[in-house]
């Protein structure tokens, strides 16, 4: 979601210097809730990972779902994960004083809590 060419200068996302401006949470759909207790999903399995990129103007990039991979099995927790990948692309971030594209961020979601 997002692709972006990295230029040529980048930086690990840890290194690059951006602070959080706008981090909204993800919307679920409602069907995601009812497939958690139908299928008496533990809160330590509601959590997933994607990764992005920072671009120079503060907007993400090349979001990408990371795991776990079973999630992709069912409708329900793939509607969750675009809804999460939406918000990820929504944020913005502001620069430091070394900011640079920063590549490999990576951000944990909750079913449970967004």
Known sequence: ???AEP???????YQAGWTPLDRRSPRYPSELFA?????QVDQDERRFILSYDISEQGTTANIRYVEPERYLEHAATRSAIRAAADAVADW??????TSTY?????TQFNF???
């Open 92 to 97: 913005r971030f502001t620069p430091g004083a």
């Open 1 to 3: 979601m997002n692709p």
């Open 112 to 114: 449970a809590t967004g």
């Open 35 to 39: 497939f958690l207790r139908l299928a």
């Open 102 to 106: 920063a590549t490999g961020c990576i």
């Open 7 to 13: 230029p040529v200068q980048t930086s690990p996302c």
